[in-house]
């Protein structure tokens, strides 16, 4: 549950979703709001109706989602991946959106990128984005300027603000 999956987590309770989530540690949610409660994989997967994958893509999450945790998710319930491509198995997906294990998908990240598995774009249960969340003005302005203090941080002999390898 990190920060991008605690913002998602805010905005789903304010449509009054109950938030599972799977991940590392646990983490309480704000003040005033309701319970977000830690669960194994499976657990999550058994009892989500939207699933939204938010995770690094590391050997550990690569195909973190593929044919059995598809054949775990409800068959009423949808996929959304906005984190990194391979996170899921494509060709699993395909399959279980093609015989209807899964109600569908929306996906703005590939596997293969920029390729799209062929047979994704047909299905009318899918809704297929480019990844496009940060090309605002103002959002690419704040990250060059994260960028330049970054730099500034370490030539100054400081750590870096936003170790791509920061150990936990």
Request: hydrophobic content about 45%; aromatic content about 4%.
């Amino acid at each position: 549950m990190g920060r991008i999956g605690q913002a998602v987590a805010l905005r789903a309770q304010g449509f009054r979703m109950p938030v599972l989530y799977a991940g590392r540690r646990p983490c309480s949610a704000p003040p005033g709001l309701s319970t977000w409660v830690h669960r194994p994989l499976e657990e999550v997967l058994t009892q989500s109706d939207f699933l939204s994958l938010h995770v690094p893509l590391s050997d550990t999450t690569r195909h973190l989602i593929g044919p059995r945790e598809l054949a775990m998710m409800k068959p009423t319930a949808f996929l959304i991946n906005t984190s990194r491509g391979p996170v899921i198995d494509e060709a699993a997906l395909l399959a279980a959106l093609q015989q209807g294990r899964i109600a569908g998908a929306g996906l703005d990240v590939y596997e293969r990128e920029p390729a799209i598995l062929p047979g994704l774009e047909l299905l009318p249960n899918v809704v297929l984005l480019p990844h496009l969340g940060s090309a605002t003005q103002q959002v690419r302005i704040k990250m060059g300027m994260l960028c330049v203090e970054n730099i500034a941080a370490v030539l100054e002999g400081r750590p870096p603000l936003n170790p791509v390898n920061r150990q936990d």
